[in-house]
Structures are given as C-alpha cells and as structure tokens.
C-alpha cells in the first residue's frame, strides 16, 4: 500500500491513528474507496457473518448457493440447509443474531425451521456415525476460519 494507507494503522478499539501524530480518525469516517476499512484490516479476524458461514458449508459439500437456498427436497440441498441451520443457531447467542435474521439468510425460512433443522441435525447425528463425522468437521472448518472460540466467558 502507498499513500494513506501506509501510515494508517487500525487500532484494538476501532480507531485509526497516524503512526507518528497523534490524529485520529473513526472507522465511520469516510475514506476513498481504495482505503476502506476492509482492506486495512484484511488480516484482522473478523466478527462472521451468516452469509460467511454459509457460503463456506456450501463450498465445502459442492452445492451451489442458489439451489440450495430454494425449496428443492433433493437430499444433498436439505443437509446443506440443515448444516447451516445448526450451526449458526449454535452460535446465535455468542454473534447475537437472531432465528429471523438467520432464517431470512437462507431462503427465507421460518424461525420454526431454523429449530426443526437444529433438532433434525441432533438426531441424525445421535443414530448415524457418518452423519456426525460430516458434521464435526464442518463444525471444525468454521471454528478454524472464523477464529471461534468455543470457551463461554
């Protein structure tokens, strides 16, 4: 980087500081589009996004977002549903997201399906050994990318 965002430096409580002057700036403020935020803090673990969460179990099962974020009932699409389902309610209270917000998401789902699918997940994953081996380690490649810590404070 040159110009400006060389000499910006993102600090811990949000802010942006000069590195030699005490001048700051809020992360509100608004910069040319080269230096936005997002790209000064690209290495930066960020807080993640249901659509980050998503779109990472789709990648990972082969499924293509559009369809299965549709009302199809093939098999594959429905476990990819269910996946994300589980997972992001898991998380809902740590990223306080909300069932609306995680339904609205993924195709537009009811709050109610957000929990049968939780509720489907456990079960499958209580009688079928494979089941929960794929879903552990989906469980894994999103902790791992998005830096949760399972640990409650």
Known sequence: MSGIG???VLSIDGWIKKKKNSYTMHTNTLLPETFRIRNLMSDIKRRPKI??????IYFYLRVDEEDADSKYRIRELVEARQF???ICYKYKDKFNWTLKMIGRETGES???TI???KNIVKCHCGLEPDYKDKF???ERIIKTRFNIDTKRN
């Not at 659509?51 to 990472?56: E, G, Q, S, Y």
Request: charged share 30%.
């Open 6 to 8: 060389a000499r910006l």
């Open 51 to 56: 659509r980050d969460i998503k779109n990472t």
């Open 84 to 86: 994300v389902h589980a």
């Open 110 to 112: 009811h709050h109610s």
């Open 115 to 117: 929990i049968h699918s």
């Open 136 to 138: 552990d380690r989906i």
